[in-house]
């Protein structure tokens, strides 16, 4: 079957960090996780921004939690896309959430293999960049072995850094992985984070936000060529001030590279990382 944007539609969900990605592309859904301060749940991006979120965050005196959509949330979404064929829906790391569970649920309900349900193993905009690699092939035609090739590529290349200005709300929500190593408040000491195959991971300790960047840099020019195709993406928790920062940096090591996305943090994300996280991603593609 020759996969196009016409008869082929692509669902995220709000962890993706990309709420625009309908308005931007007809054949694209959205479904947002949900956020609770004590009795008060909200849809992520849909009932609670991220502005509102993180002042939220700094005034409760609750603790909020997530949860992933229901199945019954991505069969209404799958339902609405019954024009198109073939549907593939793209999930934060399935060893982070349990939402990549809930959409496959769902495509076993609507049964048959119109569904394709992808495990991004990774988080925020690296899944928004899969999707955008996903929508470059359908533009020009592809089928499910050149997806399913991309998507195998992708979990081995597309690269994730990530700095958090405290371990506490990865700790409280259980997604620190094998980073606890890290855990420890020693004085302006920034853990340096990555995802290794689904899992938050420690890399580095590095005291202050100049170190940080310095570690985001070294890692950034070993791990990547000058040259077209490379795509970067920043992200952050209320930390607006980093994004011109890593974009210059980016620029003056990289000048070749496209800044495909930069994007505050959903509450979703957020509420894991902490305010004042910020992410560095980047892939290789076309």
């Given amino acids: 079957m020759n996969l196009t944007t016409e008869n082929t539609a692509v669902v995220l969900d709000s962890t993706s960090d ?6 931007r592309f007809p054949n694209m859904r959205f479904v947002p996780l949900y956020v609770r301060f004590g009795d008060d749940t909200y849809r992520d991006y849909v009932e609670l921004g991220p502005a509102e979120f993180y002042e939220k965050l700094r005034a409760s005196p609750v603790t909020p939690a997530t949860a992933q959509p229901t199945p019954q949330d991505f069969v209404e979404a799958y339902e609405e896309l019954s024009a198109y064929e073939r549907i593939y829906s793209v999930h934060v790391s399935s060893k982070v959430s349990g939402t990549f569970q809930s959409a496959e649920l769902a495509a076993q309900q609507l049964g048959g293999d119109r569904v394709r349900v992808v495990d991004s193993l990774t988080a925020s905009l690296a899944v928004a960049m899969l999707s955008h690699a996903i929508q470059r092939r359908l533009a020009r035609g592809t089928t499910d072995q050149e997806i399913e090739a991309l998507v195998a590529r992708f979990h081995e290349d597309a690269e994730v850094l990530f700095t958090v200005e ?6 409280r929500g259980g997604r ?3 980073a606890a190593a890290l855990a420890g408040s020693l004085l302006n000491v920034r853990p340096i984070l990555g995802v290794d195959d689904g899992v938050v991971v420690a890399i580095a300790r590095v005291r202050g936000r100049q170190k940080a960047l310095a570690e985001f840099e070294r890692r950034f020019v070993e791990a990547t060529a000058d040259g077209p195709g490379l795509r970067v993406a920043i992200a952050h928790a209320d930390a607006a001030e980093w994004v011109g920062t890593l974009s210059e940096i980016v620029w003056r090591v990289r000048p070749k590279a496209e800044i495909e996305f930069t994007a505050t943090l959903g509450a979703v994300v957020g509420t894991h990382a902490g305010p004042g996280a910020v992410g560095f991603f980047w892939f290789q593609d076309e």
Avoid: D
């Fill in 166 to 171: 405290t371990l506490e709300y990865l700790q």
């Fill in 18 to 23: 990309y709420p625009e990605a309908p308005s």
């Fill in 176 to 178: 620190i992985g094998r």
